[in-house]
């Protein structure tokens, strides 16, 4: 099936560093999303975005936290400066113009990172 | 706002045994409910939805009735295997939204 990767799968790097993480979605997708998961369960909403645009955020997108997608290449996730409760797993996910109405998003394998 | 309910955070079962896991969902729109499944190491995968009101999604020998009523939305299985060790989340769509919102999502171990 259609297939979204992330890389990198694990980051680690020390509190105050930035830090990007990238997505490659699916090729036709439009809508993609960006979900945080701590201790391998609660899958918390970040951020989506659609032609450029952020369109909706959670109160954990936090002001150091940004996206974009440059160009139509990876849709990335760039924390600066980064903290220790910023330690989880992120989720990219992606959806067709008719996903999300119908909730059907495909997620990546998520990237590790962790804060020391 | 929009919000869905897993009580159980983990449900521990024996090969062949009936699996039940709870969800009920809040909202004031008429939403599509979703099960996404994440095995160890991967990212959550959809495995049933239902968009219409007491309508039954079926897949892969799991099945879950969308309840206004009750609203509640919960997941079923007549007998599990160890390979249905994951974690199962509820989530739903508000109609005419993007956004997807999570329960806090029930971690099944299947026992040999």
């Known amino acids: 099936g259609p297939k979204v990767l992330q890389i990198p799968s694990h980051q680690i790097i020390d509190m105050g560093q930035m830090v990007t993480l990238n997505c490659d979605p699916v090729?036709?997708?439009?809508?993609f999303y960006w979900y945080k998961q701590i201790l391998g369960q609660q899958m918390e909403f970040l951020v989506n975005f659609y032609n450029g645009k952020v369109m909706e955020k959670s109160k954990l997108f936090k002001d150091q936290f940004s996206v974009e997608r440059p160009d139509g290449s990876y849709f990335t996730l760039k924390i600066q400066p980064t903290a220790l409760e910023d330690s989880a797993v992120y989720f990219c996910?992606?959806?067709?113009?008719?996903?999300?109405?119908?909730?059907?998003?495909?997620f990546g394998e998520g990237s590790k990172l962790t804060v020391l | 706002g929009d919000s869905v309910t897993q009580k159980q955070g983990q449900v521990t079962l024996s090969e062949d045994d009936f699996l039940f896991i709870n969800c009920t969902y809040s909202t004031t729109t008429y939403p599509t409910l979703l099960w996404y499944v994440q095995y160890l190491g991967q990212g959550p995968q959809l495995l049933l939805k239902v968009t219409t009101a007491n309508n039954k999604g079926i897949s892969r020998g799991f099945e879950a009735t969308y309840d206004k009523g009750t609203t509640s939305f919960h997941l079923q299985k007549a007998s599990v295997q160890e390979s249905d060790s994951a974690v199962y989340f509820c989530?739903?769509?508000?109609?005419?939204?993007?956004?997807?919102?999570f329960g806090d999502g029930t971690q099944l171990v299947v026992k040999p």
């Open positions: 989530a739903l769509v508000e109609g005419g939204n993007n956004r997807i919102f």
């Open positions: 996910a992606s959806s067709s113009p008719q996903g999300p109405n119908t909730g059907q998003l495909y």
């Open positions: 090729s036709n997708h439009l809508y």
